[in-house]
């Protein structure tokens, strides 16, 4: 059985706006193999979802099937026509300069001058007609930013598009994506390893375990957040708790750089 998938657009919508994201019994399977099982969903216009979960889990063949990349085995979906897909790897083909990226797929009179407005809005106005092998790898990535902004999108997907970069240039992005996200106000569904940066980013953290929602809780921490902030820390450890990290019972009586390198140690061992 294949799954109904349906594109609305925005004249459907009457006195309530219909949700960007629609989910329901939706499953995917390899084989025998069960990858989603059964999930239902709803993701508000404008709303920032991330979506935590081991390696494995089916995080990404979620967001496959969102983006239209791969079907879904049976369910009903309900996407937005006008969505984007920013992945880990910026995808950049190296053969086209900078703008002629962004357009890639934009097939309108002013393509051109849609993408400089979206390079001037990741900061790369001045690079638009450089080589994709002249950029840093962050640069790359606001790239591919840009190219995603270019479709103006009711849904815009990310896949740990910031597991590549450096820790700075990782906090940037989170800044420049939060800057993009309140300017335009897409929905968003960002898939992460990352818990720190899904309790910077989101409304609405979810967490997938063997292809179903184990958790689903709202974020009502105003922005900016820090780890320093006694909520952000609460939540932190709850999500960990649902991610399978938590710490055992007797090991406050471990030393401290001891407690810090067994919770790093099972936090690799997570997502491996």
Same mark, same amino acid.
């Given at each position: 059985?294949? !799954?109904?998938?349906?594109?609305?657009? *925005?004249?459907?919508?009457? @006195?309530?706006?219909?949700?960007?994201?629609?989910?329901?019994?939706?499953?995917?399977?390899?084989?025998?193999?069960?990858?989603?099982?059964?999930?239902?969903?709803?993701?508000?216009?404008?709303?920032?979802?991330?979506?935590?979960?081991?390696?494995?889990?089916?995080?990404?063949?979620?967001?496959?099937?969102?983006?239209?990349?791969?079907?879904?085995?049976?369910?009903?979906?309900?996407?937005?026509?006008?969505?984007?897909?920013?992945?880990?790897?910026?995808? &950049?083909?190296?053969?086209?300069?900078?703008?002629?990226?962004? =357009?890639?797929?934009?097939? @309108?009179?002013?393509?051109?001058?849609? $993408?400089?407005?979206?390079?001037?809005?990741?900061?790369?106005?001045?690079?638009?007609?450089?080589?994709?092998?002249?950029?840093?790898?962050?640069?790359?990535?606001?790239?591919?930013?840009?190219?995603?902004?270019?479709?103006?999108?009711?849904?815009?997907?990310?896949?740990? *598009?910031? !597991?590549?970069?450096?820790?700075?240039?990782?906090?940037?992005?989170?800044?420049?994506?939060?800057?993009?996200?309140?300017?335009?106000?897409?929905?968003?569904? &960002?898939?992460?390893?990352?818990?720190?940066?899904?309790?910077?980013?989101?409304?609405?953290?979810?967490?997938?375990?063997?292809?179903?929602?184990?958790?689903?809780?709202?974020?009502?921490?105003?922005?900016?957040? =820090? $780890?320093?902030? !006694?909520?952000?820390?609460?939540?932190?450890?709850?999500?960990?708790?649902?991610?399978?990290?938590?710490?055992?019972?007797?090991?406050?009586?471990?030393?401290?750089?001891?407690?810090?390198?067994?919770?790093?140690?099972?936090?690799?061992? !997570?997502?491996?």
């Amino acid at each position: 059985m294949t !799954a109904a998938i349906r594109q609305f657009r *925005p004249e459907e919508h009457q @006195t309530q706006p219909a949700p960007a994201v629609s989910l329901r019994g939706v499953h995917k399977r390899f084989g025998t193999r069960t990858i989603i099982d059964a999930l239902d969903l709803e993701i508000a216009p404008g709303e920032f979802v991330a979506l935590l979960g081991r390696s494995g889990c089916g995080k990404t063949t979620l967001l496959r099937m969102l983006a239209g990349l791969d079907p879904a085995s049976g369910g009903q979906l309900s996407v937005p026509s006008a969505r984007a897909v920013v992945f880990q790897e910026h995808r &950049l083909m190296p053969w086209k300069r900078v703008w002629r990226n962004v =357009t890639l797929g934009v097939r @309108t009179p002013d393509a051109r001058r849609r $993408a400089e407005q979206a390079l001037a809005e990741v900061g790369l106005a001045e690079r638009s007609q450089a080589w994709p092998v002249t950029l840093s790898g962050g640069e790359a990535q606001r790239v591919a930013l840009a190219r995603a902004l270019v479709r103006e999108p009711e849904l815009l997907l990310l896949d740990e *598009p910031f !597991a590549a970069l450096d820790a700075l240039t990782r906090i940037r992005m989170h800044h420049l994506v939060q800057s993009l996200w309140s300017a335009h106000r897409p929905a968003v569904l &960002l898939v992460t390893h990352d818990v720190d940066e899904a309790l910077q980013l989101a409304d609405r953290i979810l967490v997938l375990d063997n292809g179903r929602f184990i958790a689903d809780q709202a974020i009502h921490i105003p922005r900016p957040r =820090t $780890a320093d902030i !006694a909520e952000f820390r609460a939540l932190r450890h709850r999500l960990l708790g649902w991610l399978g990290l938590e710490r055992s019972a007797d090991a406050g009586a471990a030393s401290a750089s001891h407690r810090t390198d067994s919770a790093g140690l099972r936090l690799a061992a !997570a997502f491996d």
